[in-house]
């Protein structure tokens, strides 16, 4: 092995074991080997590759290649005709292992490298060579990009043994399946580089700072952990966003939140974390995108603060020009295009409110409280501007006037109203999902009349009709405690014609042949996926149910509870991330809430 370099195949024998592993303690332990086996200059390579990129979320550097590019470069370097090629990718369905097969036999011809035979003793591919290509790949634009991303894949494949051809190949087409969680990482860093897992919150500390696996990981490696300590916020970088609880009884909300709250309106519109440095400005999801070119008007609204370096969160909603009336999220989705940009600002005008403020002129926020963050926003937020505004809010300290405002926000077209914390702790706690803000979104009263957001973690065929695609999905809530996914449901309702065609195609990517290891089942899937893809779930009611894990023995010995009668409601939530989709604590206390109005009743 060359000191500052590893092996790609080192890595890829580790995503074979990673890969047919059902156990997430496992999982662990490979990567903790992995890490401690890999030089520190590879180090953030090695953990971008694992994630199945080449760079932080926020930095936009997409790696995934159209399949048909990539079929181009297996033939390419095969010397297997493009047809062939092709008919070989029906029957499997993965490039990776039709790259894996093709690759396996000598070579006929490689196109661009001449002849290859066994006898010609390929170099050994190393991690760096590995990633710088893949890199040229992802940033090759304008003409001939296309001649650029197939010749330097099809030098790769080349290079590369079969197996290390279906890795390589997976990891372009974003179909890499391993489904590792960034805290699993961040274990296996613990343990690879303290020696115990007790430094895992130091780091957790630090990525919620700096969402960069990889430049944690340089650091902790390279400068120990005092230096990861010292990580700060850095404007251009975002945040790990904070997170919210959910209840539907007023009365336990102001108990959970010590009698009184600062009620604001909880719009129906895309969360964003805009930062400013000077004349710069970027924008972010709440999964962290980079969606600053999606929202050219929003860029010019925030250089109108009345500040020169800040990160503050807010709410882009559409409205309607005519009447100035709010738009549902839908509706908000068509400004998320890479083309006629312009055309989509004129067509679909939109708003920002803004509910907090966590950086300013150097100086960290996130300690204050909140009253104290909400009048420094205040401060740097222009009067009278109608295109950036304060949140709608009011300081709350009885069922009544809870009750009235929420009423006001849900005939003024959102979704229902946020409730904070206004005491000394009511900090922001980035990444975390607490008791000091919580959603009150509906009163769920007789039935479930709000929605979930829940993750597709396996599917069942379908038969009749839906012979050919998935007659339902299995579906999961997210549990942070224990950071799995466990099932609440099978939902086969809602689904158009055309949800039913794309779901396998939409689904493919995550297609693994076992259940995930983070997920907990009961239920046996004819299909598994890693969990990834949220959708929006609405039933009539919360039930117990021995079939499904999410709280399960949380209630009842032996029960979990279950969505009865779910629904698709059609908004596919390509928004949030799994770990954001709702939680098992959630659903525990729609429940309660649930079976507290029924006794009452």
Same mark, same amino acid.
């Given at each position: ?33 992995? =890490? ?56 499997? $369905? ?92 961040? @274990? ?76 604001? =309106?909880?719009? @129906? ?143 003024? $077209? ?8 206004? $005491? ?9 999902? $607490?008791?000091?803000?919580?959603? =009150? ?37 997210? @549990? ?87 629904? =698709? ?33």
């Amino acid at each position: 092995m060359e000191q500052n370099d590893l092996p790609y195949g080192v890595l890829v024998d580790f995503y074979e074991k990673i890969e047919a592993t059902t156990s997430r303690l496992a999982m662990t332990d490979y990567l903790v080997a992995l =890490f401690k086996k890999t030089p520190t200059n590879v180090l953030d390579k090695v953990i971008y590759l694992t994630q199945g990129q080449l760079r932080p979320d926020y930095e936009g550097v997409e790696l995934g290649v159209a399949e048909k590019l990539t079929l181009r470069a297996i033939s390419k370097a095969s010397g297997v005709s493009l047809k062939s090629v092709e008919e070989l990718y029906k029957k499997t $369905g993965d490039p990776g292992l039709v790259a894996e097969e093709l690759l396996s036999k000598p070579r006929q011809s490689a196109g661009l490298l001449g002849y290859i035979g066994e006898e010609t003793g390929k170099r050994e591919l190393m991690v760096s060579h590995v990633y710088n290509s893949l890199m040229k790949i992802a940033l090759a634009s304008g003409e001939g990009s296309q001649d650029t991303k197939i010749n330097t894949l099809a030098s790769l494949l080349s290079d590369a043994s079969p197996k290390e051809a279906k890795y390589i190949v997976r990891t372009v087409t974003g179909k890499l399946r391993l489904g590792i969680a960034d805290m699993t990482i961040l @274990d296996a860093l613990a343990v690879a580089f303290t020696g115990t897992k007790s430094a895992r919150d130091v780091l957790e500390r630090a990525y919620t700072r700096r969402p960069d696996l990889g430049f944690i990981a340089r650091t902790l490696a390279e400068k120990g952990l005092e230096a990861v300590r010292s990580i700060r916020i850095e404007v251009g970088v975002p945040i790990l966003p904070m997170l919210a609880e959910r209840l539907g009884d007023p009365g336990e909300i102001l108990e959970k939140l010590g009698g009184s709250c600062l009620a604001e =309106f909880k719009y @129906d519109g895309e969360r964003v974390q805009a930062h400013r440095k000077g004349d710069k400005v970027w924008l972010f999801s709440r999964r962290l995108e980079n969606i600053t070119s999606h929202y050219p008007d929003v860029v010019n609204f925030m250089l109108t603060l009345k500040a020169d370096e800040f990160i503050v969160e807010g709410e882009i909603v559409a409205y309607n020009p005519d009447t100035g009336d709010m738009l549902p999220f839908q509706e908000l989705m068509h400004r998320r295009r890479k083309y006629d940009v312009k055309k989509a600002m004129e067509e679909y005008p939109v708003r920002v409110y803004l509910f907090d403020i966590v950086y300013l002129n150097g100086e960290e926020l996130i300690e204050k409280p909140l009253p104290e963050r909400r009048k420094i926003l205040e401060s740097i937020t222009p009067p009278r501007d109608e295109n950036i505004l304060l949140s709608q809010a009011k300081l709350v300290d009885n069922v009544k006037d809870l009750m009235l405002f929420f009423e006001e926000a849900i005939s003024e $077209g959102c979704e229902g109203v946020m409730c904070k914390s206004t $005491g000394n702790q009511s900090i922001y706690q980035m990444g975390a999902r $607490g008791w000091l803000w919580i959603k =009150f979104k509906r009163d769920y009263r007789m039935e479930m009349t709000d929605t979930v957001d829940l993750v597709v973690v396996g599917a069942f065929h379908g038969r009749g009709k839906r012979a050919g695609t998935y007659g339902a999905l299995l579906m999961a809530a997210y @549990d942070p405690n224990s950071d799995t996914f466990k099932t609440v449901c099978k939902v086969g309702s809602g689904f158009t014609d055309e949800d039913l065609a794309n779901l396998p195609k939409l689904l493919e990517p995550y297609k693994i042949p076992h259940r995930h290891p983070r997920v907990v089942s009961k239920l046996e899937a004819d299909v598994w996926f890693v969990p990834a893809v949220v959708l929006e779930i609405i039933g009539a009611e919360i039930t117990l149910s021995p079939l499904h894990t999410c709280a399960l023995g949380k209630i009842e010995p032996d029960s979990g509870l279950a969505v009865r009668f779910p629904r =698709f409601t059609g908004r596919y939530r390509f928004d949030k991330k799994p770990e954001q989709a709702t939680t098992e604590s959630e659903l525990i206390e729609m429940y309660k809430s649930q079976r507290k109005t029924v006794v009452q009743a």
